[in-house]
């Protein structure tokens, strides 16, 4: 049997094999932001070290951004320090970085990807467990801590440990507004949020190939919800052709070249797998989550589920998201009630993304009661955005059009639910207290569900929405 | 071998019991004590919102139980450390006083975390754990005793079998968690790898 991407792309990038077993592993792109990088080059500087590859290293600034008044020096003290640490450290380094100034910043999982940094056959890394979402193109990425930040500043490698692979192919299609969101939470539901530990996951199969890059990323993205800490698609056409022109996409006569090894390092058709795991993209509905951790997700159509029904080592969790959430068994998905709608975040906040949230809210208004916040995930996704005019569809129609940043996803800025406020969210993370206040509560969906949710203040199918476009 | 080092694999200590499964690194340490540029204090935060109503007021926690107190190893269930992959959560759990960690099961990233930091994080199956949570309930105060070189736990007179992956635990013995050092020696091997890379 031949090789999958992953093992080929492993192989490439293996160092050498340390004394504990562990692989050492060239990271090709390393990816760095201001919340997880501060403590790793003072480390650095502690060991009098520099950074072996800073033509390899690109930051941003993401995670603290204000997204409404981004004057300098930020209002807050801490975030207006955070920032600066990061631009001390990159001019100090020598490392590229896509401030706000630069007109180029944004999440660094959306940036990498529109600027043509992320490719494929690579592996990237980056303080972020969202880095899972550079996989999409068919790279081996992945989220470190920052003591392996530390190690991949000063060597450009990292001490890991291979993880096995598992294919989770899905079947047939799926049928718009169904999107790559509401693949990404029935795989997790299905597989659990802890399915996939020890595992990088292949998804494929025709449902998968027919998304789109931004599908593509969104499904990567959120491998890590579900255990896995990398997730990855095969390379095709799709991919190739999103990569054209990028500004750091290979030009010329390097393109050929590089589209061939490309082509290369996909998956051999008789690849082996240690796991394969099948499902039907028919059988995917738009799916909301529940609880408090993105496995409980249900599609809209159900019933939130009654404690006997659930394994018994997922009821203690159960009740605990019962408790958390003021919702109780057996009642319907559609119509939990919504204070705040947030559409962005790493997972959902690229231009398919707010297109199709546009085409949703264009010639309605956002229920009386719901405070809506688009905000889009970098600076180059909101020009685009205006470009289209998106911007006056969502302002017309009730929602705060804001500039780009993390914002809402984790509540590191000024945007943050208030007391137990329950928001429709874009994002990716439904944890006790992630949107920023310590009682809030989260329900997380596709960028369609969450638009249609604002204008009906409460859930939705977006299948039974009259769009007037 | 140093006494440190050898501590770091015969860790012995108290208990403090955090039930449940899932625990995310959200709740670990919320994002909003993330603001920082280093990780000093960072205990104050751990399980914040945990430990503390909005006035600052304790909350009944296992972390402010006076019968934990002085609690060393952490027990846990079953993927804790989910979500995030900040380093600020160990680092916050270190900080409070933790010296090993012993879960049915671990997030990768969090596990890598831990030992970068020279913690071992180590698994038992769910018997094993729910035995050792009622021995400590019973006795807070009950000495546990964690072996990586036998790859056990002891405590009155029982042995509980347990699990690392190998190359923590080697790493953990040999003292070579900390890896920048290591990984730097290799700077030929490095230089020869970026060579054979088709798109460097």
Same mark, same amino acid.
Do not use: W
């Given at each position: 049997m031949s090789k999958n991407l992953f093992d080929k792309i492993w192989d490439l990038h293996?160092?050498?094999t340390l004394p504990t077993g562990q692989t050492q592993l060239f990271i090709g792109l390393?990816? /760095?932001?201001?919340?997880?990088?501060?403590? +790793?080059? $003072?480390?650095?500087?502690?060991?009098?070290?520099?950074?072996?590859?800073?033509?390899?290293?690109?930051?941003?600034?993401?995670?603290?951004?204000?997204?409404? /008044?981004?004057?300098?020096?930020?209002?807050? +003290?801490? $975030?207006?320090?955070?920032?600066?640490?990061?631009?001390k450290n990159t001019r100090k380094h020598g490392i590229k970085f896509f401030s706000l100034e630069s007109g180029e910043q944004g999440i660094i999982h959306v940036i990498g990807p529109e600027m043509g940094l992320t490719q494929p056959g690579m592996t990237i890394a980056c303080?972020?467990?969202?880095?899972?979402?550079?996989?999409?193109?068919?790279?081996?990425?992945f989220g470190i801590g920052t003591t392996q930040i530390r190690d991949a500043l000063a060597t450009q490698t990292l001490a890991i440990t291979k993880p096995k692979v598992r294919k989770v192919q899905v079947n047939g299609s799926i049928k718009a507004p169904v999107s790559a969101k509401d693949i990404a939470l029935y795989l997790i539901s299905k597989l659990g949020v802890n399915g996939g530990i020890g595992y990088a996951y292949e998804f494929a199969g025709s449902a998968i190939e027919a998304l789109d890059m931004e599908g593509r990323m969104t499904l990567c993205n959120m491998s890590i919800e579900g255990g896995a800490r990398m997730g990855y698609i095969n390379p095709d056409d799709v991919t190739a052709n999103y990569l054209k022109g990028k500004r750091y996409s290979p030009k010329g006569v390097d393109w050929d070249k590089m589209t061939a090894f490309w082509e290369d390092i996909a998956s051999a058709a008789d690849a082996k797998y240690d796991d394969v795991i099948e499902f039907n993209g028919e059988d995917i509905e738009p799916m909301v989550t529940w609880g408090i951790n993105p496995g409980q997700a249900l599609p809209v159509t159900a019933k939130l589920p009654t404690l006997d029904s659930v394994p018994s080592d997922e009821r203690q969790t159960t009740e605990q998201a019962y408790q958390h959430m003021?919702?109780?068994a057996g009642q319907a998905v559609d119509g939990i009630s919504i204070d705040v709608a947030f559409i962005g975040s790493c997972t959902n906040g690229r231009i398919s993304d707010l297109r199709e949230a546009a085409r949703i809210a264009q010639g309605h208004h956002i229920a009386n009661h719901v405070k809506a916040i688009i905000v889009p995930g970098?600076?180059?996704?909101?020009?685009?955005?205006e470009a289209e005019g998106l911007d006056k569809i969502f302002t017309q129609a009730g929602f705060q059009w804001r500039n780009a940043g993390c914002s809402m996803c984790l509540a590191m800025n000024p945007d943050k639910l208030e007391g137990n406020q329950i928001s429709a969210s874009s994002s990716n993370r439904n944890f006790i207290g992630r949107q920023g206040s310590p009682s809030g509560r989260t329900l997380l969906m596709s960028p369609a569900m969450v638009a249609a949710a604002a204008i009906k203040g409460h859930v939705t199918d977006v299948r039974n929405f009259a769009t007037q476009a | 071998m140093t006494q440190t080092d050898r501590n770091r694999i015969h860790v012995a200590g108290s208990c403090i019991p955090l039930p449940g499964n899932n625990i995310d690194t959200d709740r670990i340490i919320p994002a909003r004590f993330m603001k920082c540029v280093t990780f000093e204090g960072l205990e104050a935060y751990a399980f914040y919102d945990e430990r503390f109503n909005d006035d600052g007021s304790e909350k009944e926690?296992?972390?402010?139980?006076?019968?934990?107190?002085?609690?060393?190893?952490?027990?846990?269930?079953?993927n804790f450390g989910c979500g995030s992959s900040r380093e600020h959560a160990p680092q916050a759990m270190a900080r409070f006083g933790m010296k090993a960690i012993i879960g049915e099961s671990f997030a990768e990233i969090f596990l890598g975390n831990c030992v970068s930091l020279g913690i071992p994080a180590v698994t038992a199956d769910a018997e094993a754990i729910v035995a050792l949570s009622q021995a400590v309930e019973a006795s807070p105060a009950l000495e546990v005793q964690i072996d990586l070189d036998e790859k056990v736990v002891r405590y009155s007179d029982l042995i509980v079998v347990i699990d690392i992956p190998e190359a923590a635990r080697q790493s953990l013995i040999e003292g070579t968690w900390d890896s920048t050092a290591q990984l730097y020696a290799n700077l030929e091997q490095i230089n020869a790898c970026i060579e054979a890379l088709p798109y460097l």
């Open positions: 293996s160092v050498t390393h990816l /760095v932001h201001e919340v997880t990088s501060p403590q +790793a080059f $003072a480390m650095l500087e502690e060991l009098n070290m520099s950074v072996l590859c800073p033509d390899r290293t690109f930051a941003t600034v993401d995670h603290i951004v204000p997204t409404e /008044v981004q004057t300098r020096p930020f209002k807050d +003290a801490l $975030a207006e320090k955070m920032i600066q640490t990061l631009d303080g972020d467990s969202h880095t899972s979402t550079h996989g999409a193109f068919g790279a081996i990425s003021l919702l109780e970098s600076m180059a996704v909101q020009r685009q955005a | 926690f296992p972390m402010n139980d006076p019968r934990f107190k002085g609690g060393s190893i952490f027990l846990v269930n079953k």
